[in-house]
């Protein structure tokens, strides 16, 4: 049994899907929203599965929805752009259906639920670095699900190969980009680079101590952070 949430700010929108997925017992509608505001409290709160998502919306578009959501559910498109627009997006997309679109080209999009997020994540994950401000909520793998978490809740990052680990307080989470990408997407305000393999965030900082010719930053779940000499003089700045 899959949970099952339509979003769509045309009535006969969402009354067609609600018709086609009654061919579907196991998708359980748990309801449905007009509006990306509403769309996004409701997924948050409730967790379903599948959402038949609509793009373009007053407020907020279906692409706004994502980068506001705390775990990705499989995520259908609806639209009425035309076959041109479509291209630009299509690939990051688990599916979409076009409208007008029959009930052939829906059963074909339910179809695919069993292939993997990995597309709708990459796509999120463009959406929330390539904002014009510095990312409130960054994407990342937590466990087989992919979540967003808040920018503030990152302690200190660690460089992971080409992967990089979120240190927070209670939790250790993966992140697709590595340690340098991060660093030029963070808030330099917040976030100092103090290692080649090691980044931290000066809002969560508990302690620093002097550690021969070098400093150990002890961080506020009692993570201690080694200071490289070759990023000696960027903390000589922030030290008073």
């Known amino acids: 049994m899959k949970k099952v949430l339509i979003v769509d700010d045309e009535k006969a929108g969402r009354t067609l899907i609600k018709e086609y997925l009654t061919d579907f017992p196991d998708l359980i509608l748990l309801g449905e ?22 793009i373009q919306m007053p407020g907020m578009t279906g692409f706004d929805v994502l980068t506001h959501l705390q775990e990705l559910p499989k995520i259908i498109f609806s639209t009425a752009y035309d076959k041109y627009a479509l291209q630009a997006f299509e690939v990051h997309a688990v599916d979409y259906l076009l409208k007008p679109y029959t009930k052939e080209r829906f059963n074909k999009a339910i179809e695919k639920l069993g292939q993997g997020n990995e597309k709708l994540g990459s796509l999120t994950q463009s959406l929330l670095m390539e904002k014009p401000d510095y990312p409130e909520r960054v994407l990342v793998e937590r466990s087989t699900k992919l979540i967003t978490i808040a920018v503030s809740d990152i302690l200190w990052v660690e460089a992971y190969g080409d992967y990089s680990k979120l240190h927070t307080a209670s939790e250790i989470l993966l992140s697709n980009y590595g340690i340098s990408a991060l660093e030029e997407k963070l808030n330099p305000a917040s976030f100092l680079r103090v290692h080649r393999s090691s980044m931290v965030n000066l809002n969560r900082i508990k302690e620093l101590h002097k550690y021969g010719k070098s ?25 008073l």
């Open 33 to 54: 929203a007009n509006n990306g505001v509403d769309a996004v409290k409701q997924i948050n709160e409730f967790r379903p599965d599948l959402v038949f998502l609509d």
């Open 215 to 239: 400093y150990d930053i002890t961080m506020q779940n009692g993570d201690v952070v080694r200071v490289s000499r070759g990023y000696m003089e960027a903390i000589k700045k922030i030290m």
